[in-house]
């Protein structure tokens, strides 16, 4: 398994921005798909972004649910074993406990698909 640990949570009003961070070991970070999945109170973990590379010389490739696109961003750096999710535009309805996670197939979403979990960061965002 690959260690994951979150950071950068916190408590935020509406439409404010956060960028959480998920360091990874840097053995196996760059072959891994990287996504980010979320869990509110009384409901099931689900799918926020995710990101893989093709190859050494690819570029990112990045996917989304639909209710955070166009407002968050995943992105990576592999110097830093490190992957991002920048969210801005933040709304009530995104308080939850984040979690990075790592898998082997791209574009999957389901927590299934996911072989490494991170401990998860709280996100809390006030109306």
């Known amino acids: 398994q690959v260690p994951l640990v979150e950071s950068g949570g916190r408590l935020v009003q509406a439409g404010g921005s956060l960028r959480l961070s998920c360091a990874a070991s840097a053995r196996t970070f760059s072959s891994s798909v990287m996504g980010w999945f979320r869990q509110a109170p009384g409901k099931e973990r689900e799918f926020v972004a995710g990101?893989?590379?093709?190859?050494?010389?690819?570029?990112?490739?990045?996917y989304y649910a639909d209710s955070v696109k166009g407002r968050f961003t995943i992105s990576r750096d592999n110097t830093r074993s490190t992957v991002y999710l920048q969210m801005n535009s933040l709304k009530p309805e995104d308080t939850a406990v984040y979690y990075c996670?790592?898998?082997?197939?791209?574009?999957?979403?389901?927590?299934?698909?996911?072989?490494?979990w991170g401990q998860g960061t709280q996100v809390t965002v006030s109306s």
């Open positions: 996670a790592a898998g082997a197939l791209p574009y999957r979403t389901g927590p299934e698909d996911f072989h490494s």
């Open positions: 990101e893989f590379v093709a190859g050494v010389r690819s570029t990112g490739f990045t």
